[in-house]
């Protein structure tokens, strides 16, 4: 089984519809993979930027400490000599970290530094300043040196404006924020393999009910129609999806089953007219006839002809009102009129079983002219075939709040109420019919119904066995 994902509004790859995926699973891990990747690097760049602005603070606040201690050196009396001891000690600290100082006075000559800072770190080097403090990094051949320059104040006869210069190795620093990087960039590879082999996996048990769903699917054949999936067994988030399969299922069960049964019953309704005509073709060629007995054997095969005529009729109606393919000429119908002119197309085999037809009410309506006159038809044909002679048959229309009612009675043999529900069913033929040998296709009252469903109106059979039947007929008044 294939689906389809498509995003809209993402960059067309296939087509101007849209982004298509032609596998979820693909899908989901991609945009797994691309999630993880992007917040794990959004962590890591915050992880390598703390991790930065913690080490310049640290060396900051060391410097700041350095400058505070050179400041309280130089305000004692001694303070060149607590300061020469001061300097000469930093000679003896470890490489990593390792300050050096120099003090200027206001002339710009050196008072005190660090031993060989004026050959390796000139005063030009550090940042210029008049006021306030600078910060600058010097990148050498061994490292990195983190540069200050503080203009100090102070009142004694030793210096009163001169600047500091502190010069501190950071090369340590940026050797671990550089094994750092390597490390977050070699946990986000890995991390990154990780994620896109446990999204498969993931996504592999997670999709593991759609693949259930394909396997019991393609077992579905015409022979097990009615399987069912098991919906209570899905995850939640895919029991919708199961119900809709299986009212999917009943729907072509359904289907199938009035398909089947319909091709049984045009079958036997096609055999019928067929053997007929064989059968009587067949005694026609027996032996010489004469030209009146050929006539009456043409005039019978005229007849099936006829009945099998009127089923195709019908079938290629029903068909094309199944399909939609049927355009309504909705136009204003004198329902009086119009029942007169039915009544006079049946007026010879009403006068031949001398059935009296009764017409009742004034009424107009909108409706398809030609479909109007068909359900009418067919029901006063209806009629007539199920009652007896000197019967009656009453065609009625009246007004209703919303719409305009027809209704067809006659005083006939009446249905059985356990025949009713089946009444309204394809190639359905009352039994007591068959022995009374009226012909018929069973599709006249199916028609009928198509007709009201495509007016968007209804139909109601009441009938009592030995009493007669009505068949009403409800036509809104805004078709």
């Not at 199938?256 to 079958?267: G, I, M, P």
């Not at 053997?275 to 095969?301: D, H, W």
């Not at 394809?426 to 119904?449: H, N, P």
Request: net charge negative; with cysteine; aromatic share 8%.
């Amino acid at each position: 089984m294939r689906f389809k994902f498509i995003t809209p509004g993402l960059p067309t790859m296939m087509g101007r519809r849209g982004w298509e995926f032609r596998s979820i699973s693909n899908t989901l891990v991609i945009l797994h993979t691309l999630a993880f990747f992007i917040s794990f690097s959004f962590i890591s760049v915050l992880l390598y930027q703390n991790l930065l602005n913690h080490l310049n603070q640290t060396n900051y606040k060391r410097i700041k400490e350095e400058i505070s201690s050179v400041k309280t050196l130089l305000q004692s009396p001694n303070g060149q000599q607590l300061l020469n001891v001061e300097i000469q000690s930093q000679m003896f600290e470890t490489e990593s970290h390792k300050i050096q100082i120099r003090v200027i006075d206001r002339h710009g000559r050196i008072i005190n530094e660090s031993l060989g800072m004026h050959t390796s770190l000139p005063v030009n080097l550090f940042p210029r300043l008049e006021v306030g403090s600078a910060v600058q990094k010097y990148r050498i051949p061994s490292g990195t040196l983190f540069l200050l320059s503080n203009t100090i104040f102070l009142e004694n006869d030793f210096i009163s404006k001169g600047q500091i210069q502190i010069a501190i190795d950071i090369s340590d620093d940026e050797i671990l924020a550089k094994d750092l990087m390597m490390n977050l960039i070699l946990f986000s590879l890995l991390g990154l393999l990780f994620s896109v082999i446990s999204a498969f996996y993931i996504i592999r048990i997670g999709l593991k009910p759609l693949n259930e769903i394909s396997g019991k699917i393609e077992k579905i054949t015409e022979a097990n129609l009615d399987t069912r999936l098991e919906v209570e067994l899905f995850p939640e988030e895919m029991k919708s999806l199961g119900y809709s399969f299986n009212v999917m299922f009943d729907r072509i069960e359904n289907s199938f089953k009035k398909l089947t049964q319909y091709s049984e019953n045009l079958a036997h309704e096609l055999r019928t007219p067929l053997n007929n005509l064989m059968l009587e073709a067949g005694v026609a060629l027996s032996q010489e006839r004469t030209p009146q007995e050929y006539q009456k054997v043409i005039c019978s095969f005229l007849e099936e002809y006829e009945r099998l005529s009127l089923l195709v009729d019908r079938l290629l109606f029903l068909v094309r009102a199944d399909n939609n393919q049927l355009e309504l000429d909705f136009k204003r119908i004198d329902v009086h009129q119009e029942f007169e002119n039915i009544v006079e197309f049946y007026s010879e085999e009403l006068l031949n079983k001398g059935i009296a037809v009764t017409i009742v009410g004034e009424a107009s309506l909108e409706a398809d002219f030609l479909l109007f006159n068909r359900a009418v038809s067919n029901l006063l044909g209806n009629a007539l075939k199920f009652t007896e002679c000197g019967g009656n048959i009453t065609l009625a229309v009246f007004h209703d709040e919303s719409s305009v009612v027809v209704s067809v009675s006659d005083t006939g043999s009446g249905i059985d109420p356990l025949l009713l529900p089946k009444i309204y069913d394809r190639y359905f033929w009352i039994e007591s019919a068959r022995k009374k040998g009226t012909k018929g296709t069973g599709l006249g009252l199916d028609i009928v119904k198509t007709i009201m469903k495509l007016h968007g109106g209804g139909i109601h059979i009441q009938s009592e066995p030995g009493t007669g039947t009505t068949v009403t007929l409800t036509f809104p008044v805004a078709a």
